[in-house]
């Protein structure tokens, strides 16, 4: 089929991915957010000498694991809506954005986002560069 005979499938793609888009960009934004925070709390400890700030700064780290886990749990179920379009005839195309249907596959839950690879390598590892820095501000 050409691409004249397909418009309103390649228009919804194209929605589609605009939503996938999306997701990925708040995933980097907030992978930034935390670094520049958790790094103001440890700027703080040390100019204040307050181990505190310390401690705190894992509440931020926890919170935004759980908002990339949520976005990239997202994520998923647009690429699962994506590659279910791509796969419709022509006149099945509804331009729904509904990712409900996808949400059942266990790679696409909550919890496969927050233990998935990419996420437990980069804030493990930051928690790790914390807790490094925390002996190192104590001593």
Excluded: C
């Excluded at 791509?86 to 990712?99: G, H």
Aim: positive net charge; glycine residues 2%; proline residues 2%.
């Amino acid at each position: 089929m050409s691409n004249d005979q397909t418009p309103n499938k390649h228009k919804h793609l194209e929605f589609i991915q605009l939503a996938i888009n999306r997701m990925a960009g708040n995933l980097f934004l907030l992978k930034g957010w935390s670094v520049t925070l958790i790094a103001a709390l440890f700027a703080l400890a040390a100019k204040d000498t307050n181990k505190l700030y310390i401690l705190i700064a894992y509440f931020p780290l926890l919170i935004f694991w759980l908002l990339d886990g949520y976005f990239l749990s997202q994520e998923r179920k647009f690429r699962a809506l994506f590659d279910h379009v791509r796969k419709l005839n022509e006149d099945s195309i509804d331009f729904s954005m509904d990712t409900r249907p996808f949400a059942d596959d266990a790679n696409n839950s909550w919890a496969a986002a927050l233990l998935s690879r990419t996420l437990l390598v980069y804030y493990l590892g930051l928690a790790l560069v914390m807790r490094v820095i925390m002996f190192m501000v104590r001593s």
